[in-house]
């Protein structure tokens, strides 16, 4: 069922944007197949199977997981606000953890940044009332073709519904459901489109990629990320984050000020290590193998990065 249904629209799509005869020279058939085979196309492939549960946080804020980056929800008379849109294939079932929420319509759609597996259902959500609001530099790389390195694979520009209607470039500031929600820009940290998002009332702080919970970070050095500007968007979190704050991750479980403190030494430390062998002439084979990260690896190492992705992922970056 999920093969039949996500499929198609994904080839469907793909194939239609690679019609331009500057992308497919772009591609090649080898990099076609490749692509095909790769985590992104499997990621959207599975994206219907995944289970989406809604855990409510505080007032009128609720956080969905699964089938994409984490999705936090503002309900309300107004219309629902959403913080990211998951993968398209999990249409399906964010649209039941919504309705399981309150009737009230979908209308304001934010995108914490430009990746895919926050932007993918992006077209739906816009189809069904939401208007799109990022900083420029989502809507410049959903607009263009983007090859992140660290996926092996290159976007096409997204449909014209997915594109973001309104933009901003440092910050901004939205009243909906009686509530204050604060937007601001990252300095260029998981990738150069990062932005938070406060709901100041219930103080609750989604902090877009910036944050991973209990998993290694990716971070896209091919739209600006690096892991300095990932650390330094961590402290910079912890100068707001108060002990009474529900913070939101990009992606696991929902958070306070103590798990991103451990977070914030998890990064800075790995990147000293790494750093000091790399300093020495140590390769990346011989910095992995000194399993600089064991403590962890077992928990943090069992999602979208593995420990030896992690380190080289900070590797490159120092
Ligand atoms: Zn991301």
Redesign the pocket.
Known sequence: MTTKLDVPISRRRFVASASSATVLALLGPRKLFAQKEGLVQTARRTAAAETVTVQKLRGNVSVLMGGG?NIAVLTGRDGKLLVDAGFAGARPKITDALASLSPDPIKQLIN????F??TDGNEWLHSAGAAILAHTNTRKHLSTTTRVEGWNFTFPPAPAGAIPGAVFDDERTLQLNGTRIALEHYAPA??DS?ISVHFTDADIFHL??TFWNGYYP?I?YSTGGSIDGMIRATEANLTKVTGEMIVIP??GEVADRTQLVFYRDLLAGTREKVAALKKQGKSLDEIVAAKLTAATDAKWGSGFRSPKDFIADVFQGV
């Open positions: 980056g914490s940044h430009w990746h597996d926050h998981h990738t990062d877009a990629d990716f896209d990009g992606h």
